[in-house]
């Protein structure tokens, strides 16, 4: 009975887990490429048990450039907080998505870690706000210098 129990147990942590699908590689123009040794950059994809992806994208030395969640891993639809890195590893920008569109607040950063600029997204007309293609109307908080 104990052994029945032992791997029931073994059984459903396996599966709660989340499970890694696959590491695809890009040039510098974001162009799949198979060879990694041609790669600029890395993704990977991770299943999560809500049905979610987990997605983080790597510069050439394997340091961290970006990692969020999105709700598909083939057509990309972020969701939640999107943290984006320089190329030291440093945090630039934290961006709230909601169904692949900016939504919210959204912070950028100096490589120091101060807080350059604090901008909010809007879906709707609601707000007086600045139109900036690709991304919904835009208010601007907060810029510090």
């Known amino acids: 009975m104990r052994i029945v129990f032992t791997l029931a147990f073994l059984s459903f942590n396996c599966l709660s887990f989340a499970q890694s699908l696959q ?16 790669a600029e950059f890395s993704r ?3 299943e999560l048990p809500d049905g979610m992806y987990e997605l983080k994208d790597f510069y050439k030395n394997n340091i961290l ?3 969020g969640k ?23 920008d934290e961006v709230n998505y909601e169904e692949g569109m900016r939504k919210g607040e959204a912070r950028s950063y100096y490589p120091n870690g101060k807080l350059k600029k604090l901008e909010e997204y809007f879906l709707d007309d609601s707000i007086d706000t600045i139109k900036s293609p690709p991304f919904p109307k835009t208010k601007m908080i907060s810029f510090f210098d």
């Open 70 to 92: 999105s709700s598909g891993f083939e057509s990309i639809k972020f969701q939640g907080i999107v943290k984006s890195y320089d190329k030291d590893g440093h945090l630039e």
């Open 65 to 67: 450039k970006q990692e």
């Open 44 to 46: 990977t994809i991770t």
């Open 23 to 38: 590491t695809i590689y890009f040039d510098k123009n974001w162009v799949e490429v198979k060879q990694p040794s041609l």
